[in-house]
């Protein structure tokens, strides 16, 4: 059975600190893995991570895969508490045409001033 | 600005009572994907077209059906809610790709649908 786990479930951490987000999956016919933000409202889709070993950088926000281990990281420096959120791990499946994406149950950060 | 839209943002129904919510979206993409999110839960697929092509995923209970008029609208009928459909329902699309290409999911905002 497909399955995608993020740990830590829950982390509470103050303005400033920098937090490691863990995603580890097994899965078959993995094409992609996908990071999202979800506050009170729709995932907003922060990465796509296809290769193993190649940062991806968007401001105070990073990630990284890798394929032969099975995960992937989120890292956020600098946090602040517009970054509080759930942050949703999910993995792209091959199945042709379409996607069909596998969640993970999210990690729910909580940036305190 | 492109976007994917639903409506309404908050629905509340009674148990058995048909209830209908909407998505569309102005992204000209070819697949569009109803998914669940229960509270503390990851949202889960429940099923997803492509072009007008449904397909249904194998866990998705009956009492969920799905149209998909036009392009850009696509519809989640729920037959007979019970308590246990109470969830927050994400309409997603994406431009959808062949062979090993990738593709990007974008959501909309949700529905929250409460059955009393």
């Known amino acids: 059975e497909d399955k995608v786990v993020q740990s830590p479930l829950s982390l509470v951490v103050h303005e400033g600190d920098t937090v490691t987000l863990n995603c580890s999956y097994e899965?078959?016919?993995?094409?992609?893995l996908l990071w999202y933000k979800q506050e009170k409202k729709a995932p907003t889709f922060l990465f796509m991570l296809?290769?193993?070993?190649i940062e991806k950088k968007s401001g105070r926000l990073s990630s990284i895969l890798d394929k032969k281990e099975l995960f992937s990281i989120l890292n956020i420096t600098a946090t602040q508490t517009g970054d509080s959120a759930i942050y949703l791990c999910?993995?792209?499946?091959?199945?042709?045409?379409?996607?069909?994406?596998?969640f993970g149950t999210g990690t729910l950060l909580a940036v305190q001033p | 600005d492109a976007m994917v839209i639903q409506n309404p943002r908050y629905q509340v129904t009674q148990f058995g009572k048909p209830v209908t919510l909407s998505c569309s979206q102005t992204?000209?993409?070819?697949?569009m994907y109803w998914y669940q999110q229960k509270s503390s839960q990851a949202p889960k697929l429940l099923f997803h077209?492509?072009?007008?092509?449904?397909?249904n995923e194998a866990d998705t209970p009956d009492n969920f059906q799905s149209r998909r008029p036009n392009t850009s609208f696509c519809f989640l009928d729920i037959r007979s809610p019970g308590l246990g459909d109470a969830a927050m329902y994400l309409c997603?699309?994406?431009?959808?790709?062949?062979?090993?290409?990738?593709?990007?999911?974008?959501f909309g905002p949700g529905t929250r649908l409460t059955v009393l």
């Open positions: 997603a699309t994406s431009r959808g790709g062949t062979g090993s290409l990738t593709d990007t999911q974008y």
């Open positions: 899965v078959t016919n993995f094409r992609s």
């Open positions: 296809t290769s193993s070993g």
């Open positions: 999910a993995v792209d499946l091959y199945g042709g045409a379409t996607n069909k994406l596998i």
């Open positions: 992204l000209n993409h070819n697949v």
């Open positions: 077209y492509y072009d007008k092509d449904f397909n």
